[in-house]
């Protein structure tokens, strides 16, 4: 089980602000793929935290299971 | 320096008649005095900053009332920097404000960063943050970036002795994110999260507490929710004096061209390359230790051999080649590259005549 939390204008995309995903020996890229393509995310612009760390690789990174994924574009307003 | 003001919190250990010197001595800059800067001005200024930059172009219209709370309904009209500065003013006279009614450009980011010690990002774009973000990584200072969506707002320590940066956090940049006169927002919603940019640099003047510097804090004003994030400096990604200028100032035509002379003087830096895309039998030749021939036609095939991280200067002849070779090697993820005006022929000139004059 991976649990996924979405902020700002990503939130109100999903209409969540978190869902958890059962999944087995996925990668965060499969992870974000999925998600891109099931909430339309392609054309928002975010970072990627895992476990409360952002992901600079995001590539490369191998999920395990209870991982917290938060998904964190940025804020414009002042 | 007045004491009795400050008597409240110059009691407290942690700041007492050291902490309050430490204070009055600082010099911080406020961009943008909207929202967030209406909140974070007058608690800096109570607390007796002692010299406070404020700067917007802005006049304050009706609509900014409901949280920029430091305006009165006859400030319709007026400067923002200005009002801001006589409400300021009266609320603390000893100390100095200066008002600049003047938007944050390439041009005067770099004097005024040098200046002031600690930068606030009161800003409500991210084309500014990404400014003020270059510029303060290019004068060697931090800043305190606060940030608002609707009901959620981050909060961020960034470049804080030569800590990670804005661009280390969000790096793609992007201009799709909407602010608060497009979104909608309380004014509590501001007034909070300046609140915590203004604590942030208070802890930060008083080398007391620990700093979000690496950590971005998103604090949620529907259900108090409050998350805090760690990320880490990417070497990669670093601005410094060469990269800014070339970013934003040595060149027009949205960074695509930079001037021969300009080009030139970075001849001997050894991480620029100076890329000749003439076929082999064109004159003149231009001799630069740095350089390379790949000529217009061959350039796809050969992009393999080149380091896309490199910083590039391009010239043909006379400068339209080059500007087709730019947007090869944009498109094909090389960053940092530009089209020399002028060319071969301009080179040949400053290299071999130096009695040319350039525009």
């Known amino acids: ?78 | 320096m007045e004491t009795t003001r400050y008597n409240r919190q110059i009691i407290l250990p942690e700041v007492g008649t050291n902490g309050q010197e430490k204070l009055h001595n600082a010099k911080v800059l406020i961009i943008g005095v909207g929202g967030l800067g209406s909140a974070v001005l007058p608690y800096l200024a109570a607390a007796g900053i002692g010299e406070i930059g404020i700067m917007d172009s802005d006049t304050i219209d009706v609509t900014n009332l409901q949280r920029q709370v430091i305006y009165n309904t006859n400030s319709v009209g007026k400067s923002k920097v200005l009002e801001a500065k006589e409400r300021i003013l009266a609320l603390n006279p000893s100390i100095k404000i200066n008002a600049i009614p003047e938007k944050l450009d390439a041009k005067n980011a770099i004097s005024l960063f040098d200046y002031y010690d600690i930068m606030v990002d009161a800003t409500d774009n991210l084309q500014t943050k990404y400014l003020i973000n270059d510029a303060c990584c290019t004068t060697n200072k931090p800043f305190v970036y606060g940030s608002i969506y609707k009901f959620e707002g981050q909060i961020s320590v960034f470049n804080y002795k030569n800590g990670p940066t804005y661009r280390c956090l969000f790096p793609e940049e992007t201009n799709q994110v909407i602010n608060c006169n497009d979104a909608g927002v309380l004014g509590i919603s501001v007034g909070i999260i300046g609140m915590f940019q203004a604590n942030e640099v208070l802890k930060m003047v008083l080398g007391i507490g620990d700093l979000l510097s690496g950590k971005l804090l998103v604090y949620n004003m529907l259900n108090n929710d409050q998350q805090k994030f760690e990320f880490s400096k990417k070497h990669a990604i670093a601005i410094d004096k060469l990269s800014f200028e070339n970013k934003y100032l040595k060149s027009k035509n949205s960074g695509i061209e930079i001037l021969a002379s300009l080009a030139l003087e970075q001849v001997n830096n050894p991480e620029v390359i100076f890329l000749d895309v003439r076929n082999w039998d064109e004159y003149p030749k231009i001799i630069i230790e740095n350089s390379i021939q790949v000529p217009l036609d061959n350039l796809e095939k050969e992009l393999n051999q080149l380091d896309s991280n490199a910083v590039f200067f391009v010239f043909c002849q006379s400068g339209i080649r080059s500007k087709m070779a730019v947007e090869i090697l944009r498109k094909n993820r090389f960053k940092k590259v530009q089209s020399i005006v002028g060319g071969a022929k301009m080179l040949d000139k400053l290299l071999y005549n130096e009695t040319v004059l350039v525009s």
């Open chain 1, 1 to 78: 089980m991976i649990e996924v939390k979405y902020f700002g204008a990503i939130a109100e995309k999903t209409n969540c602000s978190d869902e958890k995903i059962v999944a087995v020996d996925l990668s965060l890229r499969q992870l974000l793929d999925e998600l891109e393509q099931k909430h339309q995310l392609n054309e928002l612009s975010f970072s990627v935290a895992v476990n409360q760390k952002i992901v600079q690789d995001i590539e490369k990174y191998e999920l395990k299971d209870q991982d917290i994924v938060a998904l964190l574009p940025p804020f414009a307003g002042g």
